[in-house]
């Protein structure tokens, strides 16, 4: 009120390095928790262990996804940023049954799309000049 001028918005960068942090974690989140229940699915739903060794991985790999992202995002490195995108994309579309973390990702995937043409205009730009 009467700060004219002044954002409460966040800048692309800054919501660009909360989704690498949010994918990390939220795999490592459930990584640990689906890897939990795998003891009680061996012992009374063997049919399904498939599906929750599947999730685990997936899980594993978002966090390995979202450790690239933020090594690209740190170091500029747009191709990696987006392998890193793109696997990062595995686990909440497979797991969609956790809606949170999915309508996330779809939403911060915007933001890191922009950023991937904002790397790769100023790569192309500094290569010009």
């Known amino acids: 009120m009467g700060d004219k001028g002044k954002s409460c918005e966040c800048t692309l960068e800054a919501k660009v390095l ?18 939990s ?3 009680l ?3 009374q739903k063997q049919e399904y262990l498939w599906f929750y060794i599947t999730l685990v991985v997936l899980a594993v790999v978002e ?17 990696l940023f987006m392998v890193g995108l793109v696997l990062s994309s595995l686990y909440p579309y497979c797991a969609f049954a956790f ?12 933001f890191a799309c922009q950023y991937y043409i904002k790397m790769q205009s100023e790569a192309l730009a500094k290569n010009f000049a």
Do not use: D, N, Q, R
């Open 99 to 110: 809606v949170v973390p999915l309508v996330i990702h779809i939403i911060f995937t915007i």
């Open 18 to 35: 909360f989704f690498c942090i949010w994918i990390i974690v939220t795999g490592l989140v459930s990584a640990l928790i689906i890897g």
């Open 41 to 43: 699915v061996i012992e």
């Open 63 to 79: 966090m390995v996804a979202g450790s690239c992202m933020t090594l690209a995002y740190y170091k500029k490195i747009a191709w």
């Open 37 to 39: 229940l795998i003891p």
